[in-house]
Structures are given as C-alpha cells and as structure tokens.
C-alpha cells in the first residue's frame, strides 16, 4: 500500500467515527485533523512526505465534499494543480533560480492548487490564501500544519477590501458564478451595468490589483468566459491593465460535461519598461495519457517561451 493510501485509511477511520456521533464527514475530517495537532490522537507514517500527506488529505476531503454536496465545495483536481505549477515555473525561472517568490490565492477553498504549487517548489513560495467559508478555510490550515507549509490565511470576502501586499503572482480557481453583493460590486470597473457581475470577473480585477506590476497572474477559468454577454468589457478591461500571454485549453476528457470545461488564463500585469508578448501562447494540452504528445506540448511552450 502507498505510503499516502495508508494515511487516508487512518483519516477515514476516525472521521466515519466521527459520523457515526452526527458530524457530516467532512467536519470528522475537520476534527480528525485538528486533533492531531493538538496531540489528541497520535499516529505518524514513516518516509511520508508532504506530498503523500497532502493527497491523502486531498483523498479524504473529496469523500466529504461528495457526501453533502454544497456549491461551493469544490476542488482543484491534481492534474490542473500540477500544469498550472508547471507554468508558474516556466514564468518564473530565474526568480526561482535565485530566491522565493510570492504567491496568492484570493479563493483558497481548502487549499489543494496552492499546496500543490508549494509541494512543487518547495520552500520557494510564500503563500497568502484567502477565503470565506470558515470550513474550507480550517481545512486549508490544518493542510498547511501538517504539511508544514506555512501560509498567511485571511478568512474574508476576497471581493471586499483586503490587507494583503502586492505578490508576484496569483493562482486562483475562479469561483464561477454571479456575486450577490452588489454594493461591493460597485466599486470594481467590471461591476455589470445591468444586473449582477460576474464573480470571475471581479475576481480577476482584485487579483489583478493585489499583484505587483510585472506580475504574472494564472488562473483556472470557465472554457466559455470570453463568450458570456458581459465579455465585452472583460476584454477591455484586461487590454488597459495586462498583456494576455496565454490560453492553454484543456482536455475534454478531465471534465463531467461541456459545461464545466475550463481553460488556464495568464496574464501579466502591465509595467512601464516591459512590452506585451510578440504573439499570445495558444495551445491545447493533449489527453495526458498520451506521453508523446505531452511532450510536443511542453516542447511548443518551451519554443514560444524562449521567442518571446
């Protein structure tokens, strides 16, 4: 048995416990996590790494989440943690090859595309996740702790006022949907002139403000974004602040139906002594079971990054 296998068995164990003393699984999970860091239960699995205890906490997660299923209890499947990573590396090389950088995610959920990314570049992150659902957000922190990936967490409205400093770049899994306080909404350029706004958008105009110039920001967006009635003014908006450096589409195949097919967006924040790409990345990432073809993708991302 794997080594992360053996730590979910451990997880789901006293988190049907928990169950069985009318708790939903997911707060058992909730519960079985934070009791181990406060010394209440006790179990350790030799030669774990961050990795393996982050997949099995991703494992037992995705159980609860099935179980009662709320709207905005989803998560970032690993694949799509892994390629948007794979980018982030890319963008950043030389920063990565000389220090840290910092990142955000102003709609953390539980956590799962961020620490992917810290797992990755390990110890080459400093994280700021932001979230409103206290759940999702305990999860997140006690991910962080027993992964020991330290992380700042804000439990907000990311749409509101936020304190959180510029960062190099931004990773983010766009809550897709409309944003009911449309008070708030009314201080954002992409608020709708009829109607509710998007929180895409307004996501993407917050992230956009919370990154330093010259930044590059990735996010996950619905497949159809720049088709909705109120593209217009996205496209206007992202042509006066950023450059758009590439839409990478993603296999039919990772999604239930057409209606949730995404794609990855990155965008630079604009900066006075740096010039917008020759030409946009555009590229379709192939079925990931196909080796070969992988690889000609990442050799296509490799050419256009050193031509740009």
Same mark, same amino acid.
């Given at each position: ?118 797992? *990755?570049? @390990?110890?080459? =992150?400093?994280?700021?996740?932001? &979230?409103?659902?206290? !759940?999702?957000?305990? +999860?997140? #922190? ?28 931004? *990773?983010? @899994?766009?809550? =897709?949907?409309?944003?009911?306080? &449309?008070?708030?909404? !009314?201080?954002?350029? +992409?608020? #709708? ?116």
């Amino acid at each position: 048995m794997e080594k992360f296998e053996h730590i979910f068995n451990i997880i789901n164990e006293q988190a049907e416990k928990f169950e069985k003393q009318d708790m939903t699984y997911l707060d058992g999970v909730l519960a079985m996590l934070e009791g181990t860091l406060d010394g209440a239960f006790k179990w350790e699995v030799e030669g774990a790494t961050k990795e393996d205890m982050r997949k099995a906490i991703q494992i037992a997660i995705l159980k609860g989440m099935r179980k009662n299923t709320q709207p905005n209890h989803q998560m970032t499947p690993d694949t799509l943690g892994l390629l948007v990573s794979y980018f982030v590396e890319q963008f950043y090389e030389k920063d990565l090859a000389e220090g840290s950088i910092s990142v955000a995610d102003l709609a953390l959920g539980t956590g799962n595309l961020m620490f992917t990314l810290m797992n *990755v570049l @390990d110890g080459k =992150v400093e994280a700021t996740g932001v &979230e409103v659902d206290e !759940l999702l957000i305990r +999860l997140a #922190a006690a991910t962080a702790d027993l992964t020991e990936q330290p992380i700042a967490l804000y439990r907000q409205d990311a749409l509101e006022s936020l304190l959180v400093d510029p960062v190099d770049a931004v *990773v983010c @899994d766009l809550p =897709v949907g409309y944003y009911p306080n &449309e008070e708030v909404a !009314l201080d954002y350029e +992409l608020c #709708a002139e009829e109607g509710m706004s998007y929180s895409h958008h307004l996501f993407i105009e917050q992230s956009l403000k919370h990154t330093k110039e010259g930044g590059y920001l990735f996010f996950l967006i619905p497949a159809a974004l720049f088709e909705s009635e109120q593209a217009k003014n996205l496209h206007k908006y992202i042509k006066k602040h950023a450059w758009i450096q590439a839409v990478i589409q993603l296999p039919e195949t990772m999604f239930s139906s057409k209606a949730h097919e995404k794609s990855i967006l990155i965008l630079q924040k604009q900066r006075a002594d740096v010039k917008a790409p020759r030409e946009v990345l555009l590229a379709k990432v192939p079925n990931m079971a196909n080796k070969q073809a992988l690889a000609m993708f990442f050799e296509k991302v490799r050419l256009w990054k050193e031509n740009k």
